[in-house]
């Protein structure tokens, strides 16, 4: 009786391409709860993101403006880094204290804000009245 042994090659992953996106979207979602920066392609495809949640902060913190600004500083510096993003429109929704925060953060890193939009949304007729009270 013969035994063979036979030694497999290690396989090698490909390296992914650096996809390079110039201009892209911000999208901020800042409730009184939490808030989440999202960057995207010109088409909405997201790239990268970040939350206070995912930052570390726990329970009524991550509500606060501070949480917001380094979820945003994280979500800025992995967009920069993987995407080499330049150019970006920031789309804001909702009325939490993270709104300016994040603004203010991307205005302030050597990303160009094209335009800022807010698209929150707004109650159409509310919400269906009481039943009326019979006597």
């Known amino acids: 009786m013969s035994e063979e042994t036979t030694t497999v090659a290690p396989v090698q992953k490909k390296k992914k391409a650096k996809r390079s996106v110039p201009y892209g979207q911000v999208h901020i979602l800042a409730s009184f709860n939490n808030t989440i920066v999202t960057f995207a ?3 909405g495809g997201v790239l990268t993101f970040a939350s206070a949640g995912s930052c570390g902060f726990r329970g009524s913190k991550k509500g606060t403006a ?7 500083e994280k979500a800025t510096q992995q967009a ?3 995407f080499s993003i330049s150019k970006v429109d920031i ?9 300016d925060a994040v603004v203010r953060v991307i205005g302030n890193s050597d990303i160009s804000v094209q335009k800022i939009i807010d698209v929150t949304g707004i109650p159409h007729g509310g919400v269906r009245p009481r039943k009326a009270r019979r006597v």
């Open 41 to 43: 392609d010109s088409k």
């Open 66 to 72: 501070y949480a917001a600004q380094v979820a945003a």
């Open 80 to 82: 920069k880094q993987q």
């Open 91 to 99: 789309y804001v929704k909702g009325i939490g204290q993270g709104r």
